[in-house]
């Protein structure tokens, strides 16, 4: 019989759920919450406090999930729903019975946070159609402020209406002002899985010291795949050891988390569009599927376009035993790929003290109805909640957006392919413009594509710990 796991930081029923296991669910509502005034918004909160799920039942319950799973062959059908719950930093000095306190505890180590999502944006390339000035929530003024967050996560959907009454009743209750949902939906049929313009989502994700089991045998345990590098809990949450030393915060911080909220809405017509012409200026063997494989770094069913280094550990479309350490110019994984680019792994000579400092922790889920398909945009409003947590905003999501996605000369000194040329944005999230590429075959071309991607919405918070919301 399978083993029980020994894991688990010490501190896994403080932490809230979502962070370090994610809640996986197929129903995932978003609210975002103005509170009129703090007595109502503390009463909101311990009105809430009971329905916020803890990591530890969060991975009892994905960890149920997958061993049923491999004994049975199948689902075994338990359907639960997860809240969680996190501040803006207007939320925080409002409830906070010292607000001057909060702030000075704030103000110099996380500037990011203080500022705000909406005055982060000309920095982070939230610019054009991407401007705060047409997001639905994150620039609002007044009652329009957004507070809080509110995630409501449900393998079904009655579940999930079921537990949005009851809160209705709570926020009516309180006066909350709803600002702004979000219902995030995961694809269905052949999409399962899958984000928008068709890739598979969710495979590489960071694993954590002391809680995800370091175990190469089994593939897909506990959301780790086999050859994913185990880093310490301190990158995403406060209190705990990080990679380059304690990231300090304040005691109240402990156990918390930083969360990165964008709607990030795709036109999945105009992304088909592109990669189909694209390919057409190409020199050698290139195709539409190919393109667009270099442009994610993966192939749609998730087959990653880098070579294993050294020993093969992974097996199948999930693989995700490479570092393209052996893949310095960028000849099988374009420099320009978004997953190279989020996440550039072995930094190929290029100096940088603690490249594990920069990991996130991604919970995203799709919104909006798939494409039906076709040559046009059918104008509906589908994309990408994207959410990562950290403990750091500006090493972390900030740096990644920034200087990694945004930057056409990333890595400094490392352009692509045999024949030098600026790698360009990240097609996928970052700026419009052309990005070369040349691949060990012979095949080189460059690709200028506007952008697919644009923000609609954002917002930084912080998810408490248990405890912490508890004294609030
Ligand atoms: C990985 C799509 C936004 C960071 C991926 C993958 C896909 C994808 C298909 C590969 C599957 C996987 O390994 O999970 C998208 C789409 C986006 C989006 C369609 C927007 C609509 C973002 C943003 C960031 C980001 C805003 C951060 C700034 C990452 C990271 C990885 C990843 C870190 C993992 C790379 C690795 O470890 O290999 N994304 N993504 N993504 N994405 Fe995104």
New binding site residues.
């Given amino acids: 019989m399978e083993q029980l796991p020994q894991p688990k930081l010490r501190t896994s029923t403080d932490i809230q759920g979502n962070i370090l296991a994610a809640f996986n669910k197929d129903f995932m509502d978003f609210r975002y919450l103005h509170f009129p005034d703090a007595a109502k918004g503390r009463g909101w909160l311990s009105a809430i406090l009971n329905t916020v799920a803890t990591t530890s039942e969060t991975e009892d319950f994905n960890e149920q999930f997958s061993v049923a799973r491999r004994a049975f062959g199948r689902d075994p059908g338990i359907t639960v729903v997860r809240c969680g719950v996190s501040l803006t930093f207007e939320g925080l000095t409002t409830v906070a019975k010292d607000p001057a306190q909060v702030r000075s505890d704030l103000e110099k180590p996380f500037p990011s946070f203080v500022a705000g999502a909406a005055a982060r944006a000309a920095d982070l390339g939230d610019t054009g159609d991407s401007d705060p000035k047409q997001w639905l929530f994150g620039a609002g003024t007044g009652d329009q402020v957004v507070h809080a967050v509110l995630i409501v996560a449900a393998d079904t959907d009655e579940l999930l209406q079921e537990k949005l009454k009851n809160l209705d009743a709570v926020e009516a209750a309180n006066q909350v002002v709803r600002v702004h949902v979000d219902e995030g939906r995961t694809l269905t049929g052949a999409l399962k899985g899958h984000?928008?313009?068709g890739?598979?989502?969710?495979?590489?994700?960071p694993g954590v010291k002391d809680f995800h089991r370091e175990n190469p045998d089994q593939p897909g345990f506990r959301d780790v795949h086999p050859g994913t590098e185990l880093i310490e809990a301190g990158e995403f949450v406060f209190g705990q050891k990080s990679e380059a030393g304690d990231r300090t915060a304040p005691r109240w911080m402990a156990n918390g988390s930083l969360q990165v909220v964008?709607r990030?809405r795709?036109d999945v017509a105009g992304w088909n569009a592109a990669v189909v012409e694209g390919a057409t200026k190409f020199t050698g063997t290139m195709d539409p599927t190919r393109l667009g494989g270099c442009l994610?770094?993966?192939f749609k069913d998730?087959t990653p376009l880098a070579p294993p280094n050294g020993t093969v550990t992974g097996v199948g479309s999930d693989r995700?035993d490479f570092d393209y350490s052996n893949d310095p110019a960028g000849e099988h994984t374009p420099w320009v790929a978004?997953?190279?680019r989020?996440?550039p792994?072995v930094f190929a000579g290029i100096g940088d003290g603690h490249p594990k400092s920069h990991?996130?922790m991604?919970r995203?889920i799709p919104y909006g109805v798939q494409f039906p398909g076709g040559a046009d945009d059918d104008g509906v409003d589908r994309?990408?909640m994207?959410v990562?947590y950290g403990t750091s905003l500006e090493e972390q999501?900030e740096l990644?957006?920034r200087f990694w996605?945004n930057s056409d000369t990333f890595p400094p000194g490392k352009p692509n392919g045999p024949t030098p040329a600026p790698n360009g944005f990240d097609k996928?999230?970052g700026l419009a413009g052309e990005a070369s590429i040349g691949l060990a075959d012979g095949t080189h071309g460059t690709v200028d594509m506007p952008r697919f991607?644009r923000t609609t919405g954002a917002l930084y918070a912080f998810t408490p710990s248990i405890s912490t919301l508890r004294l609030l």
Avoid at 199 to 205: A, M, P, V
């Fill in positions: 984000e928008h313009f890739y598979k989502d969710g495979i590489s994700q964008r990030l795709q994610v770094g993966r998730g995700n978004h997953i190279r989020t996440h792994r990991r996130l991604r995203g994309g990408l994207f990562c999501f990644v957006q996605a996928v999230i991607v």
